[in-house]
């Protein structure tokens, strides 16, 4: 079985800024807080609705969980969910894609389907 993955979600600026320089030390409440949020497959919805709602210009990075190594911690966060927690910058080299995040009628933002699946 494949380790299971993790999801980030940037704005362009935040992934432009990845991609020139290979690494991303995390948003100003990333730093604040002393690691990186991410996002586990089911939890994307409500980190959207809470910390992102309305934005556009956003952009899912799908992260490697074996590839971000230990690192990686699943910590207690909203209502005692286990969220992923990166506590070391994010590389490049653990993305495994890239998908801008577009809004529906509705207003909210549309999760690729496949995510489900990740």
């Not at 993955?5 to 807080?33: P, Q």
């Not at 966060?77 to 801008?100: C, K, M, N, W, Y």
């Not at 509705?106 to 995510?115: A, C, E, L, Q, Y």
Request: no cysteine; proline share 4%.
């Amino acid at each position: 079985m494949s380790a299971p993955r993790v999801f980030k979600i940037l704005t362009h600026a935040e992934h432009e800024h990845l991609r020139a320089n290979g690494s991303f030390d995390g948003s100003s409440d990333d730093r604040r807080d002393g690691f990186i949020h991410l996002s586990g497959a089911s939890q994307l919805r409500g980190t959207l609705e809470r910390h992102f709602k309305g934005q556009d210009g956003l952009v899912l990075l799908t992260l490697d969980s074996a590839a971000l190594g230990q690192a990686l911690r699943w910590e207690p966060s909203r209502g005692g969910q286990l969220f992923p927690h990166l506590f070391a910058p994010l590389t490049l080299s653990t993305v495994i894609r890239a998908d801008e995040l577009s809004r529906g009628g509705d207003g909210n933002h549309r999760i690729p389907g496949w995510v489900e699946e990740a």
